[in-house]
């Protein structure tokens, strides 16, 4: 059975679409989730503290419908009240998330609906509906507008929403010459909205892997005051999954990797405010590497709030590519403003 999940995994990650729903929803629904607690540390569940995060909570989620599924973009409302997530099936996800105190323990008003193209209908192609990175534009889960970037046919697209809709799309961002490098299945994968700081108003995006010259993964800034190119410097061979802007105008950017040999493995670093900088190659700090003896899955979205505490609350999702071997997980890790203090557990 774990050779069989291995391999459907992989082949998901390799950009086989055949589990992804053969038609796209045609209306918004409501839909009910149960929700799984589950620990980030299967065989010591009482350790908190992995790298320089604290995990609070973790959820394994399940529904009825063969459209919950395959999510690849998140949005998290400031209050850390409700969120808002895209698949690579061209679906949208509203949900209130409710809580035991600090601690996440399920979803609540789950709502589907379709990501609508330019004609007012759902994206029906794969290669037009594989949406892969959400960032807000302006307001908030439940209505505003948004950045959407797709993968396949390659495009940022800038899609108003209220409660009941998501679109149709009001305009493109216009994209630099190098994205015609990006390969079909390595599009446009993170997308941040830097809304504080120096660089307030600026769209940071990254492809899932854009080498340069040496190695260096590009990115963009679009807008905001200083545009121009960025690099990542690559550390081991993880891909980019997705990025989440923080509540003090630098960002986090999570990374992914699979491999027969190695299993699953994610890292989350944190971009200081200060590192991004047109032309710049950033590093970064890492706050968290997980291999699969830790319970993780496909981990391809992350979002970012501050908490009422004070400290950073990082929320990542898992992409199930609609598979019964994998799981949709949802986790929330802490980023203390002070020092990270030593022991199994932070309450």
Do not use: C
Not at 111 to 122: E, F, I, Q, Y
Not at 157 to 186: C, D, Q, W
């Amino acid at each position: 059975m774990l050779l069989i999940g291995t391999f459907a995994m992989l082949m998901s990650l390799h950009g086989d679409a055949s589990a992804k729903p053969a038609t796209p929803l045609d209306k918004r629904i409501q839909i009910e989730v149960t929700a799984i607690p589950v620990d980030f540390d299967r065989d010591d569940p009482s350790r908190k503290q992995f790298g320089k995060l604290i995990f609070r909570s973790g959820l394994n989620l399940y529904a009825k419908s063969r459209h919950f599924g395959g999510f690849s973009g998140l949005v998290i409302d400031p209050s850390g009240d409700s969120i808002l997530a895209v698949s690579d099936a061209g679906a949208w996800m509203r949900a209130d998330l409710t809580y035991n105190g600090r601690y996440l323990n399920g979803l609540s008003n789950v709502t589907l609906g379709p990501v609508l193209g330019a004609n007012g209908k759902p994206l029906r192609s794969n290669a037009e509906r594989d949406s892969e990175a959400l960032a807000l534009a302006s307001g908030d889960t439940r209505n505003g507008s948004a950045y959407l970037g797709f993968e396949v046919k390659h495009r940022i697209a800038i899609y108003p929403f209220t409660a009941n809709s998501f679109g149709p799309p009001k305009g493109a961002v216009p994209l630099p010459p190098s994205v015609k490098r990006m390969h079909e299945n390595r599009g446009i994968e993170a997308l941040a909205t830097i809304k504080t700081g120096r660089l307030g108003g600026t769209l940071l995006a990254f492809s899932e892997r854009l080498p340069r010259k040496g190695g260096d993964l590009q990115g963009w800034l679009i807008g905001g005051p200083t545009p121009g190119t960025i690099l990542l410097k690559p550390l081991g061979a993880l891909d980019i999954t997705d990025a989440a802007a923080l509540p003090d105008g630098g960002i986090v950017i999570l990374e992914r990797r699979f491999r027969f040999s190695e299993g699953v493995q994610m890292r989350i670093r944190r971009i200081s405010q200060s590192e991004l900088e047109p032309g710049a190659l950033i590093e970064g700090e890492v706050l968290l590497e997980a291999n699969d003896a830790f319970n993780i899955d496909n981990m391809e979205a992350i979002a970012a709030h501050r908490a009422a505490a004070g400290e950073t609350v990082i929320t990542l999702m898992s992409d199930d590519n609609f598979s019964p071997f994998q799981r949709t997980l949802i986790m929330q890790f802490a980023l203390p403003d002070g020092p990270v203090l030593a022991g199994p557990r932070v309450d």
